[in-house]
Structures are given as C-alpha cells and as structure tokens.
C-alpha cells in the first residue's frame, strides 16, 4: 500500500520568511496530494491540492510543486505569519479509484514574530 | 450542510471497557473513513466504507476494534475491550464520487478518547 513520508517534522521561522514541507510517496499509482492544515484542537482542513497532469500549483502565499519522477511534493508558504501556526499534513490517493487519503506524519510550524 | 458530525466530542473510560464511537457523514457523500490521530503515529487509516460496504480494514490494530456502517447515515467505531494505548483523536471523514473522482473530503471535528 501507500506510504507517505514527510519532513521535517518541526519547523521554525521568523514571521515574513518562507516555509517548505516536503513529502515522499511511495505509490506511483498516486495521482492526487493534498496539503491540510490542523490548528490545535481542531480537525484537519485542506488547503490546497494538486492532481498529477500538473507540476505547480498557488493560491496566494501558498504554493505546492510536484515531481513525479521522483515521487515527491512540496508546500512552500511565502510571507508566513503568526497564524499560518499549525500542523500541515501531506497525503496521497488514488484520486479517480476513490480510495483513502494516507497521510504523512505531519509538520509543526512555529511562526514567530 | 452540518458537515460530519461526530459523537462524543469527549469520551473518557476505564481500562476494559467497551467504548463507542459515533459518526453521521455529510449527506449524499458515499464514502466513509475512520482516523486515528495520535503524535507518535500521526493520523492513520483504520478502516473506510464506499456504499456502506467496507473497503478497506487494513488499517484496524486489532481484534478489538470493529467497525459498522449500517446504512448510508451512520457509521460506528467499537473499541471492546479499551487499553490505555487506544488513547487518541478519533476523526471520521466522507466524500463522494463524482464522474471524474472523488471530492468533499471532510473531517469532523473528531472524538478524543482517554483510557484510564
């Protein structure tokens, strides 16, 4: 089955510096990754996804890129503020087989100002 | 829409008892997935439903947990008997199928589960 690793698991940065998560997967059947961001005590919420026939994809400060040859993905968060504070998980699927989202084990990032 | 409505918001139980978990997807959503989240293992897969069929029980630790899906609005997740090492976040999340795949992948608000 599918199997997402990510890193780092903590990340630090002043308030105005950028952000990269980066995550591994090990299906090459994967067609689909979405990013969610989890605040503390809350459910998990997507913020941005990018399907397989594209490399980039950004929504504002967020952006997330794609290289399937080597089978990995990355969130890069421009411009971070206080409250992009949270826990952010990767995770890949099967997107037209309907199948469920296997998640990386998650990134704390520490927004400091 | 609600969204996905999960109960109890807290549950707390003492070492061996039966414990059950609650979850109404979002209307007209045809899948069905049960979470557990906890920092050492982060959020992982227990079991999904398509069609209130399940799918997939890889994920199930073990023979204590079991879960239902008896029709299309309710689905239960039973921990019998607890051990302390069950303590975590328990989320439920639907979505459905559309023409081209799957959308509305939503979580609840999860059930955080302590065993004593």
């Known amino acids: ?3 997402v ?3 780092p698991s903590t990340l630090s940065v002043q308030e105005g510096d950028s952000a990269v998560i980066k995550c591994t997967y090990s299906d090459s059947a994967s067609n689909y990754f979405p990013w969610y961001k989890q605040e503390l005590g ?7 996804d990018i399907r397989s026939n594209v490399g980039e994809k950004k929504d ?3 952006a997330v890129t794609l ?3 080597a089978k990995h993905f990355s969130l890069h968060i421009t411009e971070t503020q206080p409250e992009d504070s949270a826990v952010y ?9 309907g199948t469920a989202l296997i998640f990386g084990k998650g990134t704390t990032l520490s927004v400091s100002s | 829409d609600a969204g996905v409505i999960q109960s109890p918001r807290h549950e ?3 070492m061996g008892q039966e414990v059950t978990l609650r979850c109404k997807p979002i209307s007209g959503h045809d899948y069905l997935f049960w979470y557990r989240q906890t920092m050492m293992r982060g959020l992982e897969l227990l079991i999904y439903f398509n069609n209130n069929v399940p799918i997939d029980d890889s994920g199930m630790p073990e023979d204590r947990f079991s879960a239902k899906m008896p029709n299309a609005s309710f689905s239960t997740l039973k921990i019998q008997p607890s051990e302390p090492r069950d303590s975590a976040v328990y989320f439920c999340a639907s979505s459905f199928q559309t023409g081209t795949g ?6 609840g608000s999860g059930t955080r589960l302590t065993v004593v």
């Open chain 1, 1 to 3: 089955g599918e199997n």
């Open chain 1, 5 to 7: 690793e990510q890193h």
């Open chain 1, 42 to 48: 809350k459910r998990p919420q997507l913020i941005i």
């Open chain 1, 60 to 62: 504002q400060r967020i």
């Open chain 1, 67 to 69: 290289n399937k040859t």
């Open chain 1, 89 to 97: 998980f990767c995770a890949a699927s099967k997107w037209q087989a």
């Open chain 2, 12 to 14: 707390v139980t003492e």
């Open chain 2, 102 to 107: 799957q959308a509305g992948y939503t979580f």
